[in-house]
């Protein structure tokens, strides 16, 4: 009878092992650029128990730059990290078997004191411009290709000052800019200290070929990662998706991750807040896709082999599809 019960002792046990590894959550490491928005999301996920509820293990390492977190993913030292879809083309056309999946369409604008006398954007002509981000910036360039197609150029035809955005925001707050171009919470920022929006990227878009709103950043992932781990990826999406929503029916969502927004007032996280949201994807996957082939053909004419690499074309499978219901 004693070896009996040692024996249902042990196989009980056990099974509260297996079961419990059955149950373990999946294990997802993140690659986080510390002032990024990416981190306001996650924070809300955490806030909320939204990993929990998806049963996963979120491995957060906090870096300084994208740049960083390009290294991370192609090193193996994280599953996903937020990029762009035209970085992702460019490396699949360089054998990297990467993949995007949308996380916004927040785009930067073209930002004005409240008092310029600058009304439209070929009121730039002889200005003095700022552009963060550097002279490929994917904005600059299809700000560029609109004005081109008015007979306006303005690498010729504006002074143009390339600098980081949180310079370019600051020299834009100091006067010494007529106008700034930047990432968009640099403008919002701008935009809660009394500037004006001349043009959001966002705007110019139809003009170029898009028929809506384009996410231009993405969690970008390695496909071969993404077949092996795609429940908890599908998890993963739908845990953001859920955070996103509480960050667009939830002020009070807002009124918890303001510390990590870095907004000095009231009036600068309402900004962040509605620029946020307005960001939010809402489009199927093969709308996204159609816009990004439309505009990659517009980033190559300007930027080159620079910009895009070898590829004319958006690589087929830059954008991951096997997510229910998209």
């Known amino acids: 009878m004693r070896v009996l019960a040692r024996i249902l002792a042990l196989a ?3 099974a509260l092992m297996l079961g419990s590894a059955a149950h373990a959550a999946d294990t997802i490491r993140l690659a986080v650029q510390k002032t990024g928005t990416f981190s306001w999301e996650l924070a ?4 909320a128990g939204l990993d929990k509820e998806a049963n996963l293990a979120l491995e957060v390492t906090e870096l300084a730059s994208p740049e960083a977190g390009k290294i991370a993913l192609r090193a193996g030292n994280a599953d996903i990290m937020l990029s762009d879809w035209l970085w992702v083309s460019r490396e699949r056309a360089l054998g990297a078997k990467l993949t995007f999946y949308p996380y916004s369409s927040a785009l930067g604008a073209v930002m004005v004191p409240a008092a310029s006398p600058i009304k439209t954007l070929a009121d730039l002509k002889g200005r003095k411009l700022a552009v963060g981000g550097g002279p490929i910036d994917k904005s600059w360039l299809l700000l560029q290709a609109r004005m081109k197609q008015d007979g306006i150029d303005l690498k010729s035809d504006a002074t143009i000052v390339y600098g980081a955005p949180p310079l370019i925001a600051a020299k834009a707050l100091d006067g010494e800019m007529d106008a700034s171009l930047n990432f968009w919470n640099f403008c ?3 935009e809660a200290k009394g500037f004006r929006r001349l043009a959001g990227i966002e705007e110019i878009l139809p003009k170029l070929g898009a028929k809506g709103a384009v996410s231009a950043v993405g969690y970008v992932f390695d496909e071969g990662w993404a077949a092996s781990h795609r429940d908890a990826l599908a998890r993963f999406i739908a845990m953001t998706r859920k955070a996103k929503q509480l960050l667009v029916t939830s002020d009070a969502a807002w009124d918890k991750i303001a510390p990590l927004t870095g907004a000095s007032d009231p009036a600068m996280l ?7 949201r307005d960001g939010i994807p809402r489009r199927s996957i093969s709308d996204e896709e159609a816009d990004a082939r439309v505009l990659y053909r517009v980033l190559a004419g300007i930027g080159g082999r620079d910009l895009v ?11 991951y599809h096997a997510v229910p219901g998209d």
Not at 44 to 47: F, G, K, S
Not at 270 to 276: A, E, H, S
């Open 270 to 276: 309402k900004t962040y807040r509605d620029r946020y």
């Open 309 to 319: 690499g070898p590829a004319a074309e958006l690589d087929p499978g830059t954008f």
């Open 12 to 14: 009980t046990t056990l």
């Open 188 to 190: 919002a920022q701008l």
């Open 44 to 47: 809300t996920i955490r806030e």
